[in-house]
């Protein structure tokens, strides 16, 4: 079982940055595939960026990418998601997710486990 405690959303101002951490529960955490997904009020939950497991590729949304960066600590058991450049449409309800051993980063369906969520706005 794994726990997953997403943390570092607020309130900034478009053009500035943010800095979202996910802190995990439980063994192995290297042999799980993390990623990031965001949803919007109305709208669905969507895939913003992925690692995964065992050193393997990193995968990036396409109005994210160059602004985003995922990165992990298997020490610390950790993964964070850097956003530079923010703007208003990047406003969400952040989540951070896990699946063991998974090769598919992109779809919230194929992840077994969720945080709770952080809220990231960001004004014009």
């Known amino acids: 079982q794994v726990q997953l405690v997403e943390s570092g959303g607020g309130l900034v101002q478009a053009g500035g940055s943010l800095r979202l951490s996910c802190a995990a529960s439980?063994?192995?955490?290297?042999?799980?595939?993390m990623g990031w997904f965001r949803q919007a009020p109305g709208k669905e939950r969507e895939f913003v960026a992925g690692d995964t497991w065992g050193g393997g590729r990193t995968y990036y949304a396409d109005s994210v990418k160059g602004r985003f960066t995922i990165s992990r600590d298997n020490a610390k058991k950790t993964v964070s998601l850097q956003m530079n450049s923010l703007k208003p449409e990047d406003t969400a309800v952040y989540y951070c997710a896990a699946v063991q051993y998974g090769s598919s980063p992109k779809s919230p369906e194929n992840y077994d486990y969720w945080g709770q969520g952080t809220q990231v706005t960001v004004s014009s």
């Open positions: 439980g063994p192995f955490f290297s042999t799980y595939t």
